[in-house]
């Protein structure tokens, strides 16, 4: 079973420019969500997608926006790049929506966007 | 909306000990998943433990285990028999059981430190 994974691993970009990260959810899974974590804090939710629809957003401009493809990978974009958006961004998977136990979020490894 | 606090930034623990870390949350629901999760530098969130708000009976995995007290919405963390490979971030994380609010709400983590 291949698990979650991001890429790329790290990126440096410049304020204002558009970025686009992307990540393959693990075997059988068809929720996404990606999550923003600053440095020396918590994971904080931007959105999640199901079966390619967005469906619930965190507190994030919509200059963050997000696909996912019919094999379930997912893609968080982020254009006008500022200063504050430099952290580590996760993307978790699941199998689904539905509150059981089974659905558990699984993570990969993340990727470190450093904003100059 | 839900938050989760966690009031140690830090704790240190000797190889072989025990060590317990605190997590507090705040919530109108009564049906919902606690979780701790470890983050080692390598930097991908790992599930170490999930506990279910309608179970009375604490979770337990291995060396890990928790003191779920709901009515004081307190969860704490107790590592047992600690070894080197413990040393990490540690995050408590809610989420809502029902409907589609699968999203995770983070604590702000404890960084774990084990000695020889």
């Known amino acids: 079973e291949t698990g979650v994974t991001q890429s790329p691993t790290h990126l440096i970009k410049t304020r204002g420019q558009q970025v686009t990260l992307r990540c393959s959810s693990q075997?059988?899974?068809?929720?996404v969500s990606w999550y923003q974590q600053a440095l020396g804090q918590g994971p904080q939710f931007i959105f999640q997608?199901?079966?390619?629809?967005?469906?619930g957003r965190g507190n994030f401009p919509p200059r963050f926006s997000g696909l996912q493809f019919p094999n379930y990978s997912s893609e968080l974009n982020v254009n006008a790049l500022e200063l504050d958006d430099s952290a580590l961004y996760l993307c978790?998977?699941?199998?689904?929506?539905?509150?059981?136990?089974?659905?558990?979020?699984?993570f990969g490894p993340g990727t470190r966007l450093t904003v100059t | 909306a839900q938050t989760v606090t966690q009031s140690q930034p830090e704790m240190s623990v000797q190889e072989a000990e025990t060590v317990t870390l605190s997590c507090t949350y705040d919530?109108?629901?009564?049906?919902?998943?606690l979780f701790w999760y470890k983050q080692p530098p390598s930097r991908q969130m790992i599930l170490v433990i999930r506990?279910?708000?309608?179970?009375?009976q604490n979770a337990t995995e291995n060396r890990f285990s928790v003191n779920f007290q709901k009515a004081a919405k307190s969860f704490s963390l107790k590592i047992s028999d600690s070894q080197l490979g413990d040393a990490a971030m540690y995050f408590c994380?809610?989420?809502?059981?029902?409907?589609?609010?699968?999203?995770?709400?983070f604590g702000t983590g404890t960084r774990l430190q084990v000695t020889l």
């Open positions: 994380a809610y989420r809502r059981r029902a409907g589609t609010a699968s999203k995770l709400t």
């Open positions: 978790a998977s699941s199998r689904g929506l539905a509150g059981g136990s089974s659905y558990e979020q699984y």
């Open positions: 919530t109108s629901e009564s049906d919902y998943y």
């Open positions: 506990q279910e708000a309608y179970k009375q």
């Open positions: 997608y199901y079966r390619e629809e967005e469906n």
């Open positions: 075997s059988g899974h068809n929720t």
